[in-house]
């Protein structure tokens, strides 16, 4: 029973996705208001794994998926242009592939048979390098400077010296020199010489066509290296064959999802790009969302099933306008009908609806004060009830009503105006009256006087407690001390007073003194010091106390002050007029519709045509003055004491059928 408990949340989507995301919002069962939103806001979102260095990783495994195929299959891929998928299917594949492992997985790949082609790129020359020196027999870590000698494997072209001759200055130089094999003008030697002589003999090689062999770190003959390195060699290549038909096989199950996937993350870089800018851009759109705190998970839930969408609760601005639900018992709800047409409350103010709906029923119901009129009405607003769903809630409210009306008509002996009187049956009816009749005895005309005023009494001091109660639950001790409590301690004194006078049995509210005479002395004193209280606080929003006091003056006699409360209590007298007027018109259709029963035959039938037609005017006029006038005692003598209004109504987002309605 009050306005319910709202959060806002944040919905940033892909504009690919926006359509669907308010689509789902619209048809799910849950009230909820979306708006656009168009300002700037700060957002503080943890950032998502979606980076420009990431979907780099991405693009650059999908162009190797890409790569792995034959020319043919590429040729067919660039002629399909975008990939077509359903949205389920989408779903289904960002919710079920573990797109991390495998971006991963594609580029550890690609990077092992990047490091095999190097190693064979390696490995090739050195390959060619040693079958030059296979004519080499010896072990290759013999070729060294070693402690006392040094051996050394090269070549020596002869194309300008004759090798015999070679030979013998290598002799003259402390060089021995062993040929291994000869190719044209190029002959492959070992040389030996003691370090002793190194200085000269390095002199001299350095003089004539020596080429030394680059074959430094091997161990073993040069046989034995080569098919270790032909081996590494085949085991490499054996091995890249093998990766490169898991690219293949990896590219024909994973090329669509990943595809997907690479959309996804493109999508949510232009969401993290609006966030960081705080605007709504061409394929990023910001709304904002209210929904009460219960349902807060279905939305986020409902929102977050969208890839390209994310959805965070933000806190409202201090002065923000917050829309307004109410929420109320089924009993109450008919009764929200009479606050929104006056403006549902603010979002920390209390919701009246509990408060007016009894109210409002009994007045609509003295208004009519009549059971017969109460039955029909009931009966008719029941039924379409069912049958006009859309009006419903008013349709229940007049049927709550109705019952008051019956109650009201059987205290006060209303029945179809006097009809039981000429049907003979107004003796049963006559006890059931326990207020009297207040169309034909004064008892009961004066007992309708007293209901009605001490019920308008009831209604506007219930209307100041409300006030008082409401301010202190918002912590306004001014508004609850100073302008509540006063006018409560003052009517409530003023009416003690009156009861203990003379005066209230001149006005025939009363029979005798309810009170002691003495009483009225006590009471003066509580008037006099919230009086005081009023012309000194009243208006203490003003500056300058010379006025402060004047307008307190004026708010304690005239405007909302003692003449004011006087013309409210008055107001409700209407009730009992506005009853008596339905009672009039009632008796005065019976009396024409009886006279016609004189006239043989056709009398019987123009008094059931008078009957029928002049009651359903009277219903339907008294209705409609009941209704305007019970909305008047509501709006202004019960609201003007506690209720301001001026909320913003809730806007749910929901499905709008022009020709149709669904119901549940």
């Known amino acids: 029973m009050a306005v319910a408990k709202l959060s806002k949340l944040f919905i940033i989507s892909h504009k690919s996705d926006t359509e669907t995301v308010l689509k789902k919002l619209q048809k799910i069962p849950i009230t909820v208001e979306v708006k656009p939103h168009m300002d700037k806001i700060d957002l503080e979102i943890p950032v998502s794994d979606t980076s420009p260095e990431y979907i780099t990783r991405v693009k650059r495994a999908l162009d190797i998926l890409n790569d792995s195929k034959d020319e043919k299959l590429k040729k067919i891929a660039s002629r399909m242009g975008k990939l077509i998928i359903r949205r389920s299917e989408y779903e289904k594949i960002l919710e079920s592939t573990n797109f991390k492992e495998m971006v991963d997985n594609i580029l550890d790949i690609e990077d092992e048979i990047e490091s095999l082609d190097a190693e064979i790129t390696d490995m090739e020359p050195r390959t060619r390098q040693l079958n030059v020196w296979s004519c080499y027999r010896g072990n290759l870590e013999d070729i060294a400077d070693g402690d006392i000698y040094t051996i050394k494997l090269g070549i020596i072209k002869c194309e300008e010296y004759d090798f015999e001759e070679i030979v013998k200055n290598l002799d003259e130089n402390k060089i021995s020199c062993e040929k291994l094999s ?15 002589y190194k200085k000269g003999a390095e002199e001299y090689l350095g003089s004539i066509s020596f080429e030394e062999a680059e074959i430094t770190g091997y161990k073993g003959t040069t046989s034995e290296n080569l098919n270790k390195i032909k081996k590494s060699i085949n085991l490499n290549r054996n091995r890249k064959k093998y990766l490169q038909a898991e690219i293949r096989k990896i590219s024909r199950q994973y090329e669509k999802p990943l595809t997907v996937f690479l959309d996804y993350i493109e999508n949510n870089l232009e969401i993290e790009e609006a966030i960081e800018s705080g605007f709504s851009t061409d394929s990023v759109s910001f709304h904002t969302a209210w929904v009460k705190e219960t349902d ?218 309810l009170l002691p005479a003495s009483i009225s002395k006590i009471f003066l004193w509580p008037i006099l010091a919230c009086a005081v209280v009023i012309i000194l606080f009243g208006a203490r929003d003003e500056k300058s106390w010379g006025l402060r006091i004047f307008m307190g003056f004026l708010n304690l006699t005239i405007v909302n002050g003692l003449t004011s409360f006087l013309g409210d209590f008055l107001s409700y007298i209407r009730l009992m007029a506005l009853g008596m007027v339905t009672a009039g018109i009632g008796i005065a259709v019976n009396k024409i519709a009886f006279q016609f029963l004189s006239i043989p035959v056709a009398g019987i039938i123009i008094l059931i045509i008078i009957l029928i037609f002049g009651h359903i005017f009277n219903i339907g006029i008294n209705v409609l003055s009941g209704f305007v006038h019970t909305l008047r005692l509501q709006y202004v003598e019960f609201f003007s004491k506690f209720y301001v209004g001026g909320g913003r109504p809730f806007k749910a987002l929901k499905d709008e059928h022009k020709y149709i309605t669904i119901v549940d």
């Open 182 to 196: 000869e190719d044209r003008n190029v002959t492959y030697v070992i040389l030996a010489y003691h370090n002793q």
């Open 296 to 513: 807060k998970k279905k939305i986020i839930s409902a929102v977050e099933s969208f890839k390209s969408t994310r959805v965070i609760e933000i806190q409202p601005d201090e002065d923000e306008n917050v829309p307004v639900i109410l929420e109320n018992k089924p009993l109450f709800r008919p009764f929200e009908i009479v606050v929104d047409l006056y403006g549902v409350p603010r979002y920390f103010e209390i919701d009246p609806t509990p408060f007016v709906s009894l109210f409002f029923a009994m007045f609509f119901g003295l208004c009519l004060t009549d059971a017969g009129y109460g039955f029909i009405l009931a009966i008719l607003t029941l039924i379409f009830a069912f049958k006009m769903r859309n009006i419903k809630k008013f349709l229940m409210m007049i049927f709550i009503g109705a019952i008051f009306a019956v109650f009201a008509g059987t205290l006060f002996n209303g029945w179809f105006g006097d009809l039981p009187a000429y049907l003979g049956i107004d003796g049963f009816f006559s006890k059931l009256a326990i207020l009297g009749d207040p169309i034909n005895s004064n008892e009961g005309s004066m007992n309708f006087f007293r209901l009605a005023l001490i019920l308008g009494v009831i209604h506007v001091v219930f209307g100041l407690f409300i006030k008082f109660f409401d301010c202190l639950r918002r912590k306004d001790w001014g508004g609850a001390f100073l302008d509540g409590l006063p006018w409560i301690i003052i009517i409530l004194s003023f009416i003690a007073i009156l009861l203990s006078s003379r005066m209230a049995v001149s006005m025939n509210l009363v029979t005798g003194p």
